[in-house]
């Protein structure tokens, strides 16, 4: 009887010390998980914010487009300012992506909620009196070169939490 009551302590002692085994590998599986959902949380927010950035940009630019409508048009609600040519930017005529540009050099105009946008005049495509033609600005449509005229729109915008920002770039035609 004696060994019996022996064995039976022996194992109580294996017992717990498994129990808890089981309990530490449990609770670093839970600490895992909970980790991964917070990343992933942070992840959905951050483009749920880049995305918001962005509207708000496109929006700054549709905005843009109907105040150069407006300005072209001689109405009111302009754009309050001409907007500068090629050379007066800083742009090249060959380069629309705006590589060499000096951002906060631009005339930036606010669009509310945080965005702002600018133009510029690509109009002026006469070199040594013939007619230049880019890829941000074409040679000529039906009407040949004085066909209409050409600008070059950008907007940015942030996010909400301010860590998305959005930047976009449009070439606006309007004819003559």
Same mark, same amino acid.
């Given at each position: 009887m004696k060994r !019996?009551? &022996?064995?039976?302590?022996?194992q109580r002692g294996v017992a717990l010390f498994v129990g808890l085994m089981f309990? !530490?590998? &449990?609770?670093l599986l839970g600490l895992s998980a909970s980790q991964g959902?917070?990343?992933?949380e942070?992840?959905?927010?951050?483009?749920?914010?880049s995305n918001v950035a962005f509207q708000r940009a496109e929006g700054a630019l549709r905005l843009a487009e109907e105040r150069l409508i407006r300005h072209i048009e001689?109405?009111?609600g302009g754009l309050g300012y001409m907007p500068p040519t090629w050379e007066a930017s800083g742009m090249?005529?060959?380069d629309c992506t705006m590589s060499g540009f000096e951002w906060d050099d631009a005339d930036w105009v606010s669009a509310g909620d945080g965005a702002e946008f600018f133009v510029i005049?690509?109009?002026?495509y006469m070199v040594g009196g013939?007619?230049?033609?880019?890829?941000c600005r074409p040679l000529s449509e039906s009407g040949g070169a004085t066909a209409g005229e050409y600008f070059l729109l950008a907007a940015r915008a942030s996010g909400p939490t301010g860590t998305s920002d959005a930047l976009v770039q449009s070439i606006f035609y309007w004819p003559n």
């Open positions: !019996l009551s &022996l064995s039976i302590q022996r309990l !530490l590998v &449990l609770t959902s917070i990343m992933q942070r992840m959905a927010g951050n483009v749920a914010d001689g109405g009111m090249t005529r060959n005049d690509l109009s002026d013939l007619p230049y033609g880019s890829s």
